[in-house]
């Protein structure tokens, strides 16, 4: 499956990020990698989208957030209003419980992968 990632280092050059704002400032990093992407092998409003944080060494809870909230409005844009997952790359901390509970706020389970990556998908039971 074709994967669109993109890289926040390559956009935000702090290390830690912290608040809604530096989160905003992803949305047309997130529309260009959307775009340039290569032509899926499944249904466009289906292919995973990935965050590199390679670089970061922190992010706190509210800069997740308002990313979702980005990722929400590009994707919904751009496919129809079909729901992705989302893969976290090379995260700066292990996924915790209050990370957990701001995917939960925008209807996603996440889980830690065994490389420390996390996934986020669409939970079809959430009312958010």
Do not use: Q, Y
Request: with cysteine; hydrophobic share 40%; proline share 9%.
């Amino acid at each position: 499956m074709t994967m669109c990632t993109f890289r926040v280092n390559d956009v935000l050059k702090d290390k830690i990020l912290v608040n809604r704002e530096s989160a905003r400032l992803l949305e047309n990093a997130i529309i260009a990698a959307l775009k340039s992407s290569p032509a899926p092998e499944s249904p466009p409003n289906e292919k995973p989208v990935a965050v590199d944080f390679d670089g970061v060494e922190g992010i706190a809870p509210s800069f997740l957030d308002e990313l979702l909230s980005v990722l929400e409005s590009v994707v919904r844009e751009s496919s129809s209003g079909c729901e992705r997952g989302v893969i976290v790359r090379n995260p700066p901390t292990r996924l915790s419980l209050k990370f957990e509970a701001v995917a939960r706020g925008h209807g996603m389970t996440a889980r830690a992968l065994p490389d420390g990556s996390w996934l986020l998908t669409p939970n079809p039971n959430a009312t958010a």
